[in-house]
């Protein structure tokens, strides 16, 4: 980045995930998270009949657009991703006992992650991807819950559906079908593709 006022490159996302994903990648960017209301957004969308998807990529676009308009000059990062299972949308759990009760909603049943990536700069949409992963957990019983949650602790409030694939969530699950990446958070692959093309933020 040529000043640290005005990054090439920015994640309007408080994740960790995603920005531990860029960071791991070799991306050299700033993390702005976007302040919207998120609840409105899919409250509406919803009542639209929107469907997962196209929640998903309204959301990363809504986040990416509104921090592009205050740093013009940069390259800003949107991402989301929608939990469905059955018709129901699932949001991060407040609190260890939501926690348990997606959980127990989510035990033994097939559920769909809608991943979405965009990229915008001055205001302006350049680019969007959006794809879908699905995940069936294990039918596991009460005593095994109880130890993961003790085990995993709070971190996995951060988690859509109260899980991280990549560490004691996978006990959870007996079929994963996706990008690994975009179930982690972020579509990288694509990603990458996109700042590539246009020398955006590499450090190899």
Known sequence: MADASQPELVLASASVSRARLLTNA???????????????????????????????VALAELKASRISRNYPA????????????????????????????????????????????????????????????????????????????????DAILSSVGAYHLEGLGAHLFSRVEGDFFSILGLPLLPLLDFLRNHKIGLTI
């Open 26 to 56: 070799g991306l050299d960017f700033t993390k702005i998270p976007a302040a919207i209301d998120e609840d409105e957004v899919k409250h509406a969308l919803r009542g639209a009949m929107a469907p997962p998807s196209d929640t998903a």
């Open 74 to 153: 940069a390259f800003v990062i949107g991402a989301d991703q929608i939990l469905d299972c059955n018709g129901i949308w699932f949001d991060k759990p407040p609190d260890m006992d939501h926690a348990r009760a997606h959980l127990l909603s989510l035990k033994g049943k097939s559920h769909q992650l809608s991943n979405a990536v965009c990229v915008a700069k001055g205001g302006t949409i350049l680019w969007h991807h959006v794809n879908q992963a699905s995940l069936t957990m294990r039918p596991f019983d009460d005593a095994f819950l109880e130890k993961y949650l003790a085990e995993a602790g």
